[in-house]
């Protein structure tokens, strides 16, 4: 992990940089090769309302940027509270990525392809939904459907199909009728 620390309007206390070190460390430890690069600022602020200090620590993870702001009278106490804040956000953003890579292989078969029953068809639109054994909802698309018109498909036909992870959820990459 690729680390930069930067002070405005004071100098770096030694106690703060063993503090950083010593977070840095934890991150490794628990999101090892998950966070890229970490900027660390700290900045004196003594017009604020809020308190004499700034400390922002901005952290790029794959396809996402985590950044956490905090302001008060103590660096030692906003870094600590800081880098559990960050430590939170990278938590939650794994386990979207997890249960993302759960659904993406719920209901699949060995061949990589998933069977489901056509739960809703919006034919003047062109698309639908398919519903897996595993309560997955599967969105597709008519261009999606092989061997098959949309006109021609009812709901409760059981489907083949093969999924991927798009822009909003779950979407069938192909739609066959019949099973395997």
């Known amino acids: 992990m690729e680390l930069k620390i930067e002070a405005k309007n004071l ?14 460390n934890r991150l490794i ?32 993870v794959p396809n996402d940027t985590v950044a956490v702001k905090r302001w008060g009278e103590s660096v030692r106490s906003l870094l600590t ?4 804040v960050l430590g939170a956000q990278l938590k939650e953003i794994l386990k979207k990525k997890q249960n993302h890579k759960t659904a993406k292989g719920a209901g699949m078969v060995m061949d990589g392809k998933a069977t489901g029953i056509v739960r809703k068809i ?11 054994n595993d309560k997955l909802d599967v ?5 999606a459907l092989k061997d098959v018109a949309i006109n021609e498909l009812s709901e409760g036909d059981e489907v083949l199909f093969a999924m991927e992870e798009g822009d909003k959820g779950l979407q069938a990459t192909w739609v066959r009728v019949g099973q395997a």
């Open 122 to 132: 919006v034919a003047d639109e062109a698309y639908g939904f398919i519903a897996t």
């Open 29 to 60: 430890r628990h999101y090892a090769n998950f966070v890229l690069h970490l900027r660390v600022t700290i900045e004196a602020t003594p017009g604020y309302k809020e308190g004499g200090y700034e400390v922002r620590l901005v952290a790029s």
């Open 11 to 24: 100098e770096i206390r030694k106690s703060w940089q063993d503090k950083i070190e010593e977070e840095r």
């Open 81 to 84: 509270e800081s880098f559990d």
């Open 139 to 143: 969105f597709f698309h008519a261009n």
